[in-house]
C-alpha cells in the first residue's frame, strides 16, 4: 500500500514537520481546541486546554514515531520485544514535553493563551495499568529503551479499569473503579490491526492424505483482538518506540447472528460483553497469585496476539525460521507471560510444519524470563484441569515439553527420582498444577533476578536445582534502575538545574554517572545552601498538599519520614507504625523540657492494599487512627504528625519522593526483591533507613555505609530466627510488648479490630521477624534524631549520594539486558535524508 515513487515527492512536500516555535505550538493548541474538540475562546477551561495541549504534542510524537518505525522496518535488525502485563506510566504530557526538549515553548505559550503549564499538566488522568514496582519498572525500561534508540516495542493489555482509586472512609481503605479511557490522547486505536484469539475446543489429531501427522486445535470460542498503539519518546532523540496493548472485543464471526434472527439479543449481547471481559480490569494483587480462569484468558489472549503480531512482522522479511532469534528477542517480565514459550511452540510445530527440537532450539533462543519475587504465594501455578479445558492444545505440549525436559534431566542424575520430582513442571498435587517458572525456565536461555542479594537468593532457594541441571551461566542478575528523566528530571526540576548548572548541562541525564562531579561539591557552602532549600521548597509542597488532601497543618521544617509503597506484611508498613507508637509513648512520657530537645517529625505513609488482603487493610487502619489521636493531641503538637496519603500513584510519587528526609525500605531481609523506590528517594537528595535487602545492598555499597542508616538482621539469618519463634527459647521485645499493651487498652479506638496485627506477632510465629528487629529499629531512629540536627552534615550526606547514584539508572540496565540477554544493537538515528533515500 506505498504511494508510487513519482508521487511522493508532493506527499512529503506537505507532511507535517511538527512544531519547534511558540506560536506554531500555540496555532496548533488552538486549532485542537477549536476544531478538534469543538470549542472557543469563551468556552475553554483547563482540561479543554490540557486536550489541545496533549494533541499538539501527540501530533509532535506521532511524526517521529513513524519516522522510527520506518527506520527500524528498514534497518531489519533484531529487535527486543517486552512482554509485561503491567505498564505502570503515570503521566504523559510532562514527560513527552520534557523528552522532545519543548516544556519552555510550551509554558510560554499556555501562558500568553492564559493558562499556567503546572496547571494544564494536573488535568491528565494517570495510566495507572500497574501495581506496582514490576508495572512501574516496565515503564521506566521503555523510557531507557527509546531514549537509548533500542528498536523496541512493549506489548500489554489495554485495561479498561486501571489500579483502583483508593479513598479512605473512616480510617478504611475503600476501592472505586479507575475508568480512565473518557480522553486518551495518547492511544491510537489501529482498528485494522486484529488478530483472533481461540479458546477452548478441542485438538484433533489425525494423518492426512499424505501420510503426516496433523494435529488440529478445533471449534471452542473465538474473541478478537484489537491494537492500541501509544507512542514511548525517548529523551533527547527522535526515536519514538511503540506500546501496543491490547483489547479484546467479540470477534465478528462469533457475534452470533442466529441468536440475533430468533430473537435472542440480550444474549447475544451477553457474549459480546464477556468477549469484552478479558481486557475490563488490571487484577489488583501485588505478590499474590489467585489463580482465577479471567487472568488465565487475560494472560493467553495477550501473548497470542503479541506473538502473532511478531510473526506477521518477521514473516515479511521472508527470512528461514532458524534465522527469527536472530531477529526477535522476547522477554517475559515475570511469569505472567510465560504461555508465549507453548505458543510459539505451537505455531512452530503444529502451523508451520517444523520438528520438535528444531522449534524448542527457535522457542528457547528467543525467550529470556526475568524473575521479581521469591515468596511462594507469589510464584504462579495454573491448575491442569483450568488449562485442560481453556487451551487443550497447550496442556499437551507443556506435557511435552515436560517430558523432553526430564528426559535430559534423567540422563544427567540418573536414579534421582526426588530430583525429577523437584524439577517437573507439572506439580503432583490434587489438581495437578503447572509451575510457571519452572516452565519459563525451561522454555528460556536466560533467567534474571533484579537485584544482587535477589539473584544470589533464586539461584540458592526456588530455583537451585535449575542450577544443578543447567549450571549456573543460564542464571543472572541484572540490578533494576530508573528513569532519571521522570524521577529527578521532571519530579524535581529545580534540584535537575541545580545539578545542570554545576556539571555544564543537562548531560547527566543521559549519563547518569557524570552525577560523580558533584563530590567537589559536598561542602561547598553556597551550593548546599541552594540545595538545602530545593529540599524545603519541595517540602513545603508536600505540605499543601496534605493541608488539603488530609485537613492536617505540616511542619515543613520538621523531618519527613516518608513509606511509601504497596502495603504488604513483607514491607513492614506494621514495623514503621508500631515504631510512631513507640515514639507517641515517648514523647507522653517526656517531660517539656525533654520535649524541646525532640527533632519534630511527620510520618508519611501512603499504599494501597489489594483488595482481599484484609491483614494489610488492617494496617492501613491502624495508621489512619494512629493519626487521628496523634494528629490532635496538645501534648506532642508539632513533634509528631502522622499522615497517611490517599491513593498513592505516580504522579503523587513526583510530588512526594523529592520532599522526604528520610524515606523506609524496610523489608524483612530476603523478602524484597529490588526495591525502586528506594533509588528514587536517594536520587532526589533523600537518606534511607533501611534493612539489607534488595537493591538496598547495592545502594549502600555505591553511595557509602555512612550515607545509609541500615538495621535488622539479615537474609542469611532469617530461617533460624523463624525456626528460633517456635522452637526457641524465644519471647516478644518488651518495648514492643508496650505498644501492644496501649493499642490493646483502646487509645486508637476499637482494639479488636487491630487484634490481628498483634498476634501474628505474638501467637503466629512473627514471619516477618518484627519483634527481632524492633530494636534495632527505633535505635536507628534515634540516631536519624541525632544526625538531622546536624544540618549541615546531613546535606552532604544527600549530596554526596546523589552523586554516587549513576548506577541505578535504568540506562544501565537495559545496556545489560542488551548485551548479556537480548543480544541487539541501538538503531542509530540517522538523517532524515538518509532515511528517504532508502525508501
Ligand atoms: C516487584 N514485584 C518486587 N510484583 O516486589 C520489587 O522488589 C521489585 O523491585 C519490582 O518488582 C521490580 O523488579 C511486583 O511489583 C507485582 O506487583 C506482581 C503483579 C502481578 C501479580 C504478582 C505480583
New binding site residues.
Given amino acids: 500500500s506505498s504511494i508510487p515513487e513519482h508521487m511522493r515527492e508532493a506527499w512529503r512536500k506537505f507532511s507535517p514537520k511538527g512544531f519547534t516555535s511558540k506560536e506554531d505550538f500555540e496555532a496548533e493548541c488552538v486549532r485542537h481546541i477549536e476544531t478538534t474538540l469543538a470549542r472557543s475562546l469563551f468556552n475553554c477551561d483547563e482540561l479543554a486546554a490540557y486536550s489541545g495541549t496533549a494533541l499538539a504534542f501527540r501530533d509532535r510524537l506521532i511524526i517521529d514515531w513513524n519516522k522510527t518505525q520506518q527506520r527500524q522496518t528498514f534497518a531489519d535488525q533484531k529487535r527486543i520485544y517486552y512482554l509485561s ?2 505498564f505502570l506510566m503515570g503521566r504523559a504530557l510532562d514527560n513527552a514535553m520534557l523528552n522532545v526538549g519543548l516544556k519552555n515553548v510550551a509554558k510560554q505559550g499556555l501562558d500568553e493563551l492564559g493558562f499556567r503549564i503546572e496547571d494544564i499538566i494536573n488535568q491528565e488522568h494517570d495510566a495507572a495499568l500497574g ?5 512501574r ?1 516496565a515503564a521506566c525500561f521503555l523510557d531507557s529503551m527509546a531514549s537509548l534508540n533500542y528498536p523496541a516495542w512493549g506489548y500489554g493489555l489495554r485495561y479498561r479499569y486501571g489500579i483502583f482509586k483508593q479513598e479512605i472512609e473512616n480510617g478504611y481503605q475503600v476501592e472505586i473503579p479507575d475508568y480512565w479511557l473518557d480522553f486518551n490522547p495518547w492511544e491510537f486505536p489501529r482498528h485494522d490491526v486484529t488478530v483472533d484469539v481461540q479458546f477452548f475446543g478441542w485438538v484433533n489429531k489425525y494423518t492426512d492424505d499424505e501420510g503426516k501427522q496433523v494435529v488440529s486445535w478445533q471449534d471452542g470460542e473465538m474473541v478478537t483482538a484489537v491494537a492500541y498503539d501509544v507512542p514511548v519518546p525517548g529523551y533527547g532523540t527522535s526515536t519514538v518506540n511503540n506500546l501496543r496493548l491490547w483489547s479484546s472485543k467479540a470477534s465478528s464471526g462469533e457475534f452470533d447472528f442466529a441468536k440475533f434472527n430468533s430473537g435472542d439479543y440480550e444474549s447475544a449481547v451477553a457474549d459480546q460483553q464477556r468477549a469484552e471481559t478479558i481486557s475490563a480490569v488490571l ?1 489488583p ?5 489467585r489463580g482465577k480462569e479471567l487472568r488465565l484468558k487475560q494472560q493467553y489472549f495477550w501473548c497470542a496476539a503479541s506473538l502473532h503480531d511478531i510473526i506477521r512482522r518477521f514473516k515479511k522479511t521472508q527470512r528461514k525460521w532458524s534465522e527469527f532469534p536472530d531477529q526477535v528477542a522476547i522477554q517475559l517480565n ?1 511469569t ?1 507471560p510465560t504461555l508465549a514459550i507453548v505458543e510459539l511452540q505451537r505455531i512452530l510445530i503444529d502451523k508451520e510444519g517444523l520438528e520438535w527440537n528444531a522449534a524448542w532450539d527457535i522457542v528457547t533462543k528467543t525467550f529470556g524470563y526475568t524473575n ?2 521469591v515468596l511462594p504465594e ?1 510464584l504462579e501455578k495454573w491448575s491442569v484441569p483450568l488449562i485442560q479445558n481453556l487451551l487443550p492444545r497447550h496442556l499437551q505440549i507443556i506435557y511435552d515439553i515436560n517430558l523432553f525436559f526430564l528426559q535430559t534431566v534423567e540422563r544427567r542424575f540418573p536414579k534421582d527420582r526426588e530430583m525429577l520430582s523437584r524439577v517437573s513442571i507439572i506439580e503432583e498435587s490434587n489438581p495437578k498444577m503447572v509451575r510457571m517458572a519452572y516452565l519459563a525456565i525451561v522454555g528460556s536461555h536466560k533467567v534474571n533476578g ?1 537485584a544482587e542479594l535477589h539473584s544470589d537468593l533464586i539461584k540458592t532457594t526456588i530455583f537451585k536445582d535449575f542450577v544443578k541441571v543447567y549450571g549456573p551461566d543460564k542464571f543472572t542478575n541484572v540490578t ?1 534502575g530508573i528513569t532519571p528523566r521522570r524521577w529527578l528530571h521532571q519530579a524535581n526540576p529545580r534540584l535537575s538545574e541545580l545539578i545542570a548548572s554545576k556539571l555544564g548541562s543537562y548531560e547527566f541525564l543521559k549519563d547518569l554517572t557524570l552525577l560523580n562531579k558533584l563530590e567537589p561539591f559536598v561542602d561547598d557552602k553556597e551550593f548546599k545552601k541552594e540545595w538545602a532549600e530545593i529540599k524545603y521548597a519541595n517540602k513545603v509542597r508536600l505540605a499543601q498538599h496534605i493541608l488539603k488532601s488530609n485537613g492536617v497543618s505540616v511542619n515543613p521544617k520538621a523531618l519527613f519520614d516518608v513509606q511509601v509503597k504497596r502495603i504488604h506484611e513483607y514491607k513492614r508498613q506494621q514495623l514503621n507504625i508500631f515504631g510512631v507508637i513507640h515514639r507517641y509513648l515517648a514523647i507522653k512520657s517526656m517531660t517539656p523540657e525533654e520535649r524541646k530537645k525532640l527533632a519534630p517529625r511527620v510520618s508519611i505513609f501512603g499504599g494501597k492494599a489489594a483488595p482481599g488482603y484484609w491483614m494489610a487493610k488492617t494496617i492501613i487502619h491502624l495508621i489512619n487512627k494512629v493519626g487521628e489521636v496523634i494528629n490532635k493531641d496538645p501534648d506532642v503538637g508539632d513533634l509528631l504528625k502522622v499522615i497517611f496519603l490517599e491513593d498513592y500513584n505516580v504522579s503523587k510519587a513526583e510530588i512526594i519522593i523529592p520532599a522526604s528526609d528520610i524515606s523506609e525500605h524496610i523489608s524483612t531481609a530476603g523478602t ?5 523506590s528506594n533509588m528514587k528517594f536517594v536520587l532526589n537528595g533523600g537518606l534511607v533507613i533501611g534493612t539489607l535487602d ?1 537493591a538496598n545492598i547495592e545502594i549502600t555499597r555505591e553511595i557509602g555505609e555512612e550515607n545509609v542508616f541500615l538495621f535488622g538482621n539479615l537474609a542469611e539469618d532469617v530461617e533460624d530466627l523463624r525456626h528460633n519463634h517456635f522452637y526457641g527459647d524465644y519471647s516478644v521485645n518488651p518495648e514492643l510488648l508496650k505498644v501492644f499493651e496501649c493499642i490493646k487498652s483502646g487509645t486508637f479506638g476499637d482494639e479488636a479490630a487491630f487484634g490481628a496485627l498483634i498476634s501474628a506477632i505474638v501467637d503466629h510465629g512473627d514471619y516477618y521477624l518484627v519483634s527481632d528487629d524492633f530494636d534495632s529499629y527505633c535505635k536507628t531512629h534515634d540516631l536519624i534524631d541525632e544526625s538531622y540536627k546536624n544540618q549541615d552534615k546531613w546535606v552532604s550526606k544527600s549530596i554526596q549520594s546523589v552523586a554516587r547514584m549513576g548506577f541505578f539508572t535504568s540506562d544501565r540496565c537495559i545496556n545489560e539486558y542488551a548485551d548479556s540477554i537480548w543480544n541487539i544493537e541501538p538503531l542509530a538515528v540517522k538523517e532524515e535524508a538518509e532515511v528517504r533515500a532508502r525508501t
Avoid at 285 to 289: R, S
Avoid at 672 to 676: L, Q
Fill in positions: 502485563l503491567e501495581n506496582g514496582g514490576l508495572g519498572l487484577y494483587n501485588d505478590n499474590l497469585e515475570d505472567h521479581h519475587t507469589a533484579v533494576n524484597e526483591a529490588s526495591g525502586t534488595g
